[in-house]
């Protein structure tokens, strides 16, 4: 199976994490859906993701103290795969996982996700429950010695036919569900590991592998980061989204990072693989880590992460509670002419970056030319651009529709200058006068 055949552009949708962090529902999935199906969906929003944790039983109930409780009970079935807690999501009860939620948001017109852990369940292997087929055990696919630090769920999978079974057996009863789209944590990137305890270069390759065998399209994306990238090559070859950062939130000074980010994987963005900024922390977000808040982005700042974002070609998953999206929020989620920088054949690149300003631009297929001109610093900055720095044949007398305010300007005399405002962006597309 061609891993590019589905996820031909930067996949779009919404994620359950900055809003619910582990406490996501049944009932809170199906009614983001609903919304997005309703509002979203025709600007090219499909993913519906629900995040870490749906298999922990009581996840959230000591949160002041605990992300992740320590050997919590997991819901599992007796091959040694996860599945989610009935409690929070009923219609699985019946043994059928997420198959019934699967259904409903397929019927919306959109596709599920689902978040997992690298590895198998600590439980299987210590019980050594059998592996679906019978022929081996959970405890000869665990590598004891490869421990996420920060989540207790999960042992790596060794590189053996075990393993690779176990990923297998994973990847067809997801599929069997219906699921679209899997979140893999703790793969990554192994800064946080001694090199010869990291399985998760291999596990990427059997997780990939599983993914074809399965029978069905399903968008793999690799967390948390940032990516290394002398490992580019792997995560192109074996998956489609792959995070450059680690957990982005509505924080300046995280944002400005993001530039030297794209920066660093702006020639490995093409069909089919893209590295990821992460989540959009829009709107109201932080309920489930105890403070439901709008997000702290000035509106000038969100427009900077969307043009970022959207001239880069990052996948775009939303974070705010989707039922309670303001109007201003709206607009930034589907300004087409900021979208279509995600469009097939798109290609974003920086043109120009110090600590107080940057240039990006965004070229589509037919050669139309988006400019961004960022202004990084705390107070309001001219900022210009030279048209033979941007190396595309745009006429001097080329007419430069703003994209979030609607204004026109001009290059005079080759040079583009304009009033950005602080943490601000002006963002242009092009289209030259008759």
């Known amino acids: 199976m061609d891993k590019n055949n589905f996820a031909k552009t930067p996949p779009m949708g919404w994620n359950s994490y900055d809003y619910y962090d582990t406490t996501a529902t049944e009932e809170d999935l199906l009614k983001n859906a609903c919304v997005m199906a309703e509002q979203l969906k025709p600007y090219g929003y499909e993913y519906i993701v629900c995040d870490i944790s749906w298999y922990a039983e009581g996840a959230g109930r000591d949160r002041e103290h605990y992300q992740y409780l320590p050997f919590d009970t997991l819901s599992m079935d007796a091959f040694s795969r996860l599945t989610p807690d ?49 022929k081996y055990t959970a405890d000869l696919a665990a590598d004891p010695g490869s421990i996420c630090p920060w989540n207790p769920y999960m042992y790596g999978v060794r590189d053996n036919a075990a393993g690779q079974c176990y ?12 699921v679209d789209f899997i979140k893999c944590d703790d793969i990554a990137v192994n800064g946080l590991y001694r090199n010869e305890y990291f399985s998760g270069w291999h596990e990427i390759r059997m997780l990939h592998e599983a993914i074809e065998k399965c029978g069905r399209p399903i968008v793999l994306s690799l967390s948390p980061g940032p990516a290394e990238i002398g490992k580019a090559f792997l995560y192109e070859k074996n998956a489609n989204m792959w995070r450059m950062t680690g957990d982005f939130w509505d924080d300046w000074d995280a944002l400005k990072r993001m530039f030297e980010r794209c920066e660093l994987w702006q020639d490995h963005v093409k069909e089919g693989c893209f590295p990821d900024c992460d989540m959009l922390p829009l709107g109201m977000v932080g309920k489930g880590f105890g403070e439901e808040r709008r997000t702290r982005f000035s509106l000038n700042e969100a427009k900077t992460m969307m043009t970022l974002f959207c001239f880069f070609r990052s996948p775009l998953m939303i974070g705010a509670e989707l039922t309670k999206l303001d109007a201003e929020t709206m607009l930034l989620l589907t300004n087409r002419a900021l979208l279509s920088c995600l469009q097939d054949g798109s290609s974003g690149r920086e043109i120009y970056r110090d600590a107080s300003a940057a240039a990006w631009k965004n070229t589509d297929a037919s050669g139309n030319v988006r400019i961004a001109l960022f202004n990084l610093e705390d107070e309001e900055k001219t900022l210009s651009l030279k048209l033979s720095d941007l190396e595309e044949a745009l006429p001097e007398n080329a007419l430069l529709t703003e994209i979030f305010e609607h204004t026109e300007a001009q290059f005079k005399d080759g040079v583009l200058t304009v009033v950005v405002p602080a943490h601000g962006v002006r963002a242009y597309f092009t289209t030259a006068q008759v």
Do not use: N, Q
């Open 86 to 134: 009935p409690v929070r999501f009923p219609s699985s009860a019946d043994g059928s996982g997420f198959t019934k939620i699967a259904e409903k948001i397929h019927a919306l017109g959109l596709k599920f996700g689902i978040h997992i852990m690298r590895g198998i369940p600590r439980k299987a292997a210590h019980d050594r429950l059998p592996l679906y087929g019978g």
């Open 167 to 178: 990923y297998d057996s994973l990847l067809s009863l997801y599929a069997a569900w219906g």
